[in-house]
């Protein structure tokens, strides 16, 4: 579940819950499939958000490297746009069983139905294994949309809550 909240603009600004999946192929590739729900105070109609990305993973060191390729389509939102979003992401792990990790990325959005690069996405933060299954994020999100949004700056968390255990993770 997301729920994305403005001190200045009436709330919600976006609540949205759904199922997102990753499959890893190998070491080096993971496929995601998913779907959203999502609801914007700001159109009349809720939007449907079906989305698969495939993600390249690439290791160096104590780094590692993502370079997620996702397409979705907006079925509700005004002209059901179909979106690319190119994600790279990098994570290093730190402390005691590498229970601690720091993150940045930066994501370029597409539409493809209007053929433009429309938004653009910075995110840094860290966070923490809670427990074999659970874990928790801390970021910071500047968001910079084309047109006449201006840009948006947030301070965000994610709780990961994983179905299966992680290998090696026995201990928080």
């Known amino acids: 579940m997301l729920a994305r909240t403005d ?7 976006l609540a949205a819950t759904g ?7 190998n070491s080096h590739l993971v496929l995601t499939a998913g779907y959203l ?20 993973v690439f290791s160096v060191n104590r780094f ?10 907006l079925v509700g939102y005004p002209g059901s746009p179909v979106r690319y979003r190119n ?9 005691a069983n ?12 597409f539409n493809l139905s209007a053929g433009n690069w429309n938004q653009n ?11 074999p299954r659970l874990s928790l994020d801390i970021y910071y999100l500047e968001r910079v949309a084309n047109g006449a949004a201006e840009t948006t700056n947030v301070l965000g968390t994610i709780l990961t809550v994983r179905l299966k255990r992680l290998e090696g993770s026995e201990k928080p």
Do not use: M
Not at 7 to 13: A, R, S, V, Y
Not at 103 to 109: L, T, Y
């Open 121 to 131: 996405r910075f995110q840094a933060g860290a966070g923490a294994r809670l427990n």
């Open 98 to 109: 590498e229970r601690w990790h720091w993150f940045a990325d930066d994501e370029a959005i």
């Open 87 to 95: 994600r790279l992401f990098v994570n290093r792990p730190f402390g």
């Open 64 to 73: 590692t490297l993502y370079d997620r390729n996702r397409f979705e389509k």
């Open 37 to 56: 729900y999502a609801d914007l105070p700001q159109i009349p109609d809720s939007v449907h958000l079906p989305l698969v990305a495939v993600t390249p």
């Open 7 to 13: 001190t200045h603009l009436p709330n919600p600004q």
């Open 19 to 25: 199922i997102v999946a990753d499959f890893i192929l």
